[in-house]
């Protein structure tokens, strides 16, 4: 045997440059058909045949749910519209056969000599017994959401290539009531499903419960080996810095092998990074799989992944491959990867965990997801575009909330180009789960903890799921559940044999807000509050020291507002008084007495526009608040939440339509890696320093501004910032004490380098001595100028100008307007939003859009508090 392989390591490197035959792969994501269980009479084995008749079958949406099918076809309206959810059938009071379908699909697919094909699915919500040409493929009926199926279809494949594949797709078997409470009344929770689905304090219940061939289907050809579930772990010792020269970090790789053929198969597993080739002589018994592995890499001057705010992410690409002993390529699986090394070490000062990356702390500024669209109408373009948001607010960590899904490679790939870190829970919450007396639950307790029943399938789930994204270098963190554990029998195998076995690379947290994250000597959850609060609270109330969930408001504009609310009912909310039906559907959260302060409410407009400055203040004052105690109080935090997957009025930075708003960009400014701010309990002016290096040589910048615009204080100093630090500088206190300043100040601070550029600017609103923003009230109009210009294709220059001896032109929103339709395009990214122009002053906002607008016709707006509303055309 030994010179067989002596031989084989020759012939191979001699044949290293042959053609590759690479692996065919492609999703069946068209020409799909259904019908629901009672419209059809026959069985499987008839409809899978190709003469079975389906002309009158709906259009299906696969991926997607029944009720995105129904939607599309016109058989239901938008759910998320008004109360049009109400006119939907709910499945717990139709019965689960209302939303049992069948689903059809023909394709075409033979299979020649040694080639073997492989039908497989990514996600069915909930049960699938699946046929092919009047065959059964799976025997036994598949169960579970979060579960993917693999099946070899070669020897059911028609002769002549023309299949006819049939799904039965079964809901949950337990759908829950949809009776108010968070899950409904707890027993969604039963099954391996999305608890969302039943309701929650942030969504109205999805009537099918996303019942559906949810996730993608592929045909995948392969030859007589299949290379599957590859695994890639980076090594990076020592303490790294983010540029220069690197030190040699360690690569280690293997990946499950099969031999679905009758015969024997001899060869090699292997890859190849930077001229090196890292090979293993396997050989395969027929019908035989095992887990392979390589050996290790030394790799040279690695390019290193960093979060977002720290360093930069590059990607390597390699080819994992089994060859034969001529050299021909029998199955080639594509891998990408990022290098770099998680590892935590837990705060003795803050009581909480700290996570470091590459032997770097780093400290965590993350945002709360819950899914991309609450009916799974899942697209790369809108992962990208979501994860991309969270990256221009400067965050570093997106947390996947455990009611919903392990999230698909799609958001793991955004994640890793845009330097996300990621925090998965599994599925399990504390509402459902029984961590609280619920009279709304309709069993108690005990019996909650144990759900959900069938406790084999979610460590199967989970195995499978962990081999799905754990080479993802944005993955970080594991988590047993929202607010809660699994039962034991699952947590303990979890945590102490499938992720050390399939992973080992990443720290696993109980749950969400476990004493080994975050010590709660506060009492209370251990996360929250998740209402409006006073600006001043975030730097005074000491709260948990890795908060896993702090959030507050989140109401987009006015525009955003008419995408989902009937106009009879765009009434503006007022304090203290009920709010309007539609409202009050779509989740509001009030913002009590925080829009008074600028004046009550005229109307829904007002309302909107009033709100971002709101919105604006709160989020900027919550980060700048953790950020002020850094390794102090907090060694991290994780707002609740940041996106909303259905039209909800609470928590997001952004709509359900990709519509920013100011939430965003108060966000950004509180997030910047290197930022000048000030504590509104003392006035003291504060740098902080996220990075790895000192920050010498800069200049600390304060200027008050009367509510003209006119200047009347500054004060500056140099100063040095020491790496992963806050530096406290000097206060202005008493200078917003001066009568001149009585109805309200605007304070700007700048950070300037060395060459007298500006690395952090920041402006404050102040409200006048009785607490009211009086001066922003009766601000003077001011005309901005407006120029735009299309630099290259997908980037606007959009350069705002205020005349010296004019007002300061205050708090300006942009956006890109379709001039054939008049709305705005979505999504679209801006450098920065709700920017003040001081006299004399003009500021330069970079706008991108997506390239399927590259030949639209496009102006762009700006309106602002005191600069009304215009449209520009782009040069």
């Known amino acids: 045997m030994k010179s067989f392989y002596l031989l084989l390591t020759a012939v191979l490197i001699s044949t290293l440059t042959l053609p590759v035959t690479a692996q065919q792969k492609y999703e069946l994501n068209s020409g799909w058909y259904c019908a629901n269980i009672n419209d059809v009479k026959a069985g499987g084995e008839q ?21 995105t099918t129904l939607l599309n076809n016109k058989k239901v309206p938008d759910p998320f519209y008004g109360m049009n959810n109400k006119l939907i059938k709910d499945i717990y009071y139709t019965g689960n056969a209302y939303y049992t379908y069948w689903f059809v699909k023909s394709f075409n697919q033979t299979a020649k000599g040694d080639e073997q094909i492989w039908l497989q699915f990514r996600g069915v919500n909930y049960k699938t017994e699946i046929y092919l040409n009047g065959k059964k493929v799976n025997a036994k009926i598949h169960e579970g959401m979060h579960l993917r199926q693999q099946y070899n279809i070669t020897a059911l494949l028609a002769a002549n290539g023309d299949n006819r594949l049939a799904v039965l797709v079964y809901p949950p078997d337990v759908v829950g009531e949809p009776n108010g409470g968070q899950g409904g009344d707890g027993t969604i929770a039963k099954g391996l499903t999305t608890q969302y689905t039943a309701g929650w304090d ?15 289907v592929t045909i995948e050809k392969t030859t007589s080996v299949n290379v599957e579930n590859p695994h890639v772990i980076t090594l990076v010792p020592g303490k790294r810095l983010a540029e220069g020269e690197q030190k040699p970090v360690i690569i280690r790789t293997s990946s499950e092998v099969s031999n679905p053929s009758g015969k024997v198969v001899n060869g090699f597993l292997q890859y190849s990074l930077n001229g090196k080739l890292i090979r293993a002589a396997v050989s395969l018994k027929p019908g035989e799989k095992k887990e392979v592995k390589l050996p290790d890499l030394n790799l040279e001057q690695p390019k290193l992944w960093w979060p977002n705010g720290y360093g930069a992410q590059p990607l390597y690409k390699i080819n994992l491959q089994f060859v034969n002993a001529a050299g021909k390529v029998l199955d080639d699986e594509p891998l990408q990867f990022g290098v770099r090394e998680i590892t935590n070490v837990w705060n003795d000062h803050t009581k909480s965990m700290e996570a470091r990356i590459n032997g770097q702390k780093i400290f965590i500024k993350g945002g709360n997801w819950v899914i991309s669209d609450a009916m799974l109408r899942f697209s790369d373009e809108r992962y990208d575009a979501e994860v991309r948001f969270h990256r221009d607010m400067n965050l570093n960590l997106i947390r996947i909330w455990g ?10 790939n955004a994640c890793d180009k845009y330097g996300l870190l990621v925090f998965q829970d599994f599925w399990f919450s504390g509402d459902c789960n029984g961590k609280w007396v619920d009279p709304l639950k309709k069993e108690d307790q005990w019996t909650r903890r144990q759900y959900p029943d069938n406790h084999n399938l979610v460590l199967e789930a989970a195995a499978d799921q962990i081999k799905l994204i754990r080479n993802h270098p944005s993955l970080a963190f594991w988590c047993g559940g929202n607010e809660i554990t699994p039962p034991d029998d699952i947590l303990d195998p979890l945590k102490n044999k499938i992720l050390p076995e399939l992973d080992g690379t990443r720290y696993f947290f109980d749950f969400s807000n476990t004493d080994s994250m975050s010590l709660n000597t506060l009492g209370g959850n251990g996360d929250g509050p998740y209402t409006i609060q006073d600006t001043r609270t975030f730097w005074s109330h000491k709260t948990y020291p890795y908060n896993s969930e702090v959030g507050s408001v989140g109401t987009g504009d006015y525009v955003s507002l008419k995408r989902f609310i009937p106009e009879k009912n765009l009434i503006a909310p007022q304090n203290g008084k009920p709010v309007d039906s539609v409202w009050d559907y779509h989740k509001y959260i ?29 989020y900027r004052s919550l980060m700048e608040g953790f950020s002020g105690h850094m390794w102090d109080w907090y060694t991290g935090s994780i707002i609740w939440k940041t996106q909303n997957p259905w039209t909800a009025l609470r928590g997001q930075m952004y709509d359900y339509y990709l519509d920013v708003n100011a939430c965003l960009y108060g966000l950004r400014k509180g997030s910047e890696p290197l930022h000048i701010m000030m504590n509104p309990l003392d006035s003291m002016i504060n740098v902080v320093n996220n990075g790895f290096q000192v920050k010498r040589n ?12 006119k200047q009347q204080f500054t004060n500056q100093l140099f100063a040095e910032v020491g790496p992963s630090m806050v530096k406290k500088m000097f206060p202005v206190g008493e200078v917003l004490k001066k009568p001149i300043y009585k109805n309200g100040a605007f304070v700007l601070l700048k950070l300037l380098g060395a060459d ?3 690395l952090s600017e920041n402006m404050y609103w102040m409200p006048g001595t009785d607490g009211e923003y009086t001066g922003l009230q009766n601000m003077k109009e001011t005309k901005l100028n407006v120029i735009a210009k299309e630099s290259k294709k997908g980037k606007i220059e959009v350069t705002l100008s205020n005349k010296e001896g004019k007002g300061l032109a205050f708090f300006n929103r942009i956006a890109l307007i379709n001039t054939e339709t008049g709305e705005r395009i979505l999504p679209s990214f801006f450098s920065d939003n709700y920017v003040s122009v001081f006299p004399g002053e003009s500021k330069t906002i970079w706008v991108d859009y997506p390239e399927k607008f590259n030949g639209t016709s496009k102006k762009v707006e700006v309106y602002g508090w005191n600069t009304g509303t215009q449209q520009v055309n782009i040069q």
Not at 403 to 412: D, K, L, M, N, S
Not at 698 to 709: C, E, K, L, S
């Open 202 to 216: 942030w969504i109205q219940p999805i009537r099918d419960r996303n019942t559906g061939i949810w996730d993608k």
């Open 756 to 758: 007298q550029k500006v």
């Open 698 to 709: 800069v200049m600390i910048q304060a200027n008050v501004y009367d509510m003209d615009g």
């Open 403 to 412: 009611g919903a899904i392990t999230e698909r490679p799609e958001f793991y």
């Open 590 to 618: 009030p913002y009590d007495y925080h829009i008074d302060p600028y004046g009550k409410a005229k109307n829904a407009e007002d309302f909107a526009m009033k709100a971002q400055l709101v919105n604006y203040n709160q």
């Open 47 to 67: 409809i899978s045949k190709p003469g079975f008749a389906t002309d009158q079958w709906m259009k299906a949406t696969v991926p997607g749910t029944v009720l």
